[in-house]
């Protein structure tokens, strides 16, 4: 049997909570995100507002958001959103920790996992070792 044609469609529900996630609070952003089950491509399609969320979060709503975003990068497969999701994850990660989070320019920034050349979440908790500059021998 042939899938109707909405099964191809976003829910209303899922377009509804997108078109306003600017409008959403951080708690209620994270609890759409855990009802998604951290799906990337939501993650992707609520960028901005997780962008405001990131820069704002403090005590624990921030320890929410970096777990929200640790679920959402255990869980990507690099199937269809191309670089996107780990760009998102490096930025917000960063943003989180208190870095000057750039999202990266999509001409100069290299794909793949290249992108995250340490753990963000590592880095958020400090127990990541730093890359030495320069070539590495």
Known sequence: ????????????????LVARAAELTI?????YLRLSGHDPKLFVDCAPALRVAARTARGEEREDLVLAIARVWD??????EGDAVANLVAELATSVA????????????????????????????????????GPVA
């Open 1 to 16: 049997m042939a899938c109707p044609t909405t099964c191809s469609r976003p829910s209303t529900l899922k377009r509804l």
């Open 27 to 31: 708690g209620e952003l994270l609890a």
């Open 75 to 80: 869980g990507y497969l690099p199937i269809r």
């Open 98 to 133: 208190g870095g000057a989070a750039e999202p990266p320019d999509e001409a100069e920034a290299e794909p793949g996992p290249d992108l995250l050349a340490e753990d963000p979440f590592d880095v958020i908790t400090g127990s990541a070792p730093r890359l030495a500059a």
